[in-house]
Structure formats: structure tokens, C-alpha cells
């Protein structure tokens, strides 16, 4: 059984940083990739950042490119999501998600992930 679990979310000042980690239990991930979605109140989730496992390879958003930063410990199956520069837009639940062997490169969408975290809330005041 996989688990993906998030913390590091929080309330932070707007231009402030956070870190965000999911940590996965269960199986090894040496062939998918993994990402951060997020989603607001009243919005449909989306994107953030994505890593594949196998190759480094990252994509972002465009909202978040220059601010966040995806990376990962293997020995700990561990991704982060180091997020710099916080804007009150940021505000959303964070999801860490496992993608489908099937998807590579720069396919992330919400139906190309197969395992899901509960998320972590992060709220950024203006």
C-alpha cells in the first residue's frame, strides 16, 4: 500500500518562504515521477511542480517559475517543494502526487497521477 504524506505547510507573510515535504512509504518510485498540485477555494486543482524519479528532470508552472523549487532525497523517498517569494495567490492546499508509469516528461495533469497525499495547507496573508 502506497502513503504520501505532506507537512510543512503553514501561515506565512506575503514575500515569505516555506518548505514543503512528502514523504512515501509502500513501494519505490524509481520509475515515476512525482508532483505538487495545489488547490484553492472554490478552484479546480492544479499543477505546481513535477519531478521524474528516474532521469531529475523538473517542470513548473508558469505562475510559480523562479519561486519554487522541486527536488528529492532518494534515500529518504522524499520530494520537496521549497517555495520562495509567496504571493497571496499561493494560498491552496498542497498535494504531493505519484504519477502513472504510463505518463513521462512534461505530463502532469490531475488524471496522469495515481496516488494522492490528503494535502497541507498553506495560507499566505497579504
Known amino acids: 500500500q502506497v502513503q504520501l504524506v505532506e507537512s510543512g505547510g503553514g501561515l506565512v507573510q506575503a514575500g515569505g518562504s516555506l518548505r514543503l515535504s512528502c514523504a512515501a512509504s509502500g513501494r519505490t518510485f524509481s520509475s515515476h515521477g512525482m508532483g505538487w498540485f495545489r488547490q484553492a477555494p472554490g478552484k479546480e486543482r492544479e499543477f505546481v511542480a513535477g519531478?521524474?524519479?528516474?532521469?531529475?528532470?523538473?517542470a513548473y508552472a508558469d505562475s510559480v517559475k523562479g519561486r519554487f523549487t522541486i527536488s528529492r532525497d532518494n534515500a529518504k523517498k522524499t520530494v520537496y517543494l521549497q517555495m520562495n517569494s509567496l504571493k497571496p495567490e499561493d494560498t491552496a492546499v498542497y498535494y504531493c502526487a505519484v504519477r502513472r508509469t504510463y505518463y513521462s516528461g512534461d505530463t502532469w495533469r490531475v488524471d496522469t497521477m495515481v496516488y494522492w497525499g490528503k494535502g497541507t495547507l498553506v495560507t499566505v496573508s497579504s
Open positions: 519531478l521524474s524519479w528516474g532521469t531529475g528532470s523538473t
